[in-house]
T-cell receptor, first 114, second 111 residues
């Protein structure tokens, strides 16, 4: 069975500050890991994914995430927050099979303070 | 870039009515999914579909739900007799190599 836990349902950072959104996973098989972003009233957009290649994954909009097997973590970071980053962020996990479903975490709403 | 499209964007229906939510997946994708998101809650897996049959379904996907790929391009989710608790955002997704591409969703409101 697979699951993800996102620590903090709401995170607030000042514009220009570091963004850190935490995600820990549980998986009985080598996982694929994902971060999706959901802007208000929109669908889910893939930010980045880890598929067993490089452990540091760079995504869109300046975000990156590091897979740490020893900590079962896949935290999302961005060096400098921008107002447009305000959104809901979902960490997700799947197995490595092509048809494996993705299991989502509960999401973290990121607020950017001016 | 190809995208998954869903129609309608918003559907309002009365309790007990049947609804069909429509999706056009990315054309060369082979795996199809429906997820739902009740307001303020997490995105939940409903069902996956491959090779014209359901490959996996969750506990949520009971006998009131069905999926179909009627014509090789559309992928539909039918709710036979809607309940108030079916009100949610329903997302369709398709996949080829393990990354799901999501549509913008259909907001279903059951009154």
């Amino acid at each position: 069975a697979q699951s993800v836990t996102q620590l903090g349902s709401h995170v607030s950072v000042s514009e220009g500050a570091l963004v850190l959104l935490r995600c820990n996973y549980s998986s009985s098989v080598p996982p694929y890991l994902f971060w999706y972003v959901q802007y208000p009233n929109q669908g889910l957009q893939l930010l980045l994914k880890y598929t067993s290649a490089a452990t540091l994954v760079k995504g869109i909009n300046g975000f990156e995430a590091e897979f740490k097997k020893s900590e079962t973590s896949f935290h999302l970071t961005k060096p400098s927050a921008h107002m447009r980053d305000a959104a809901e962020y979902f960490c997700a996990v799947s197995g490595a099979n092509r048809d494996d479903k993705i299991i989502f975490g509960k999401g973290t709403r990121l607020h950017i303070l001016p | 870039e190809p995208e998954v499209t869903q129609t309608p964007s918003h559907q309002v229906t009365q309790m007990g009515q049947e609804v069909i939510l429509r999706c056009v997946p990315i054309s060369n994708h082979l795996y199809f999914y429906w997820y739902r998101q009740i307001l303020g809650q997490k995105v939940e897996f409903l069902v996956s579909f491959y090779n014209n049959e359901i490959s996996e379904k969750s506990e949520i996907f009971d006998d009131q739900f069905s999926v179909e790929r009627p014509d090789g391009s559309n992928f539909t989710l039918k709710i036979r007799s809607t309940k108030l608790e079916d009100s949610a955002m329903y997302f369709c997704a398709s996949s080829d190599r393990g990354s799901l591409h999501f549509g913008n969703g259909t907001r279903l409101t059951v009154t």
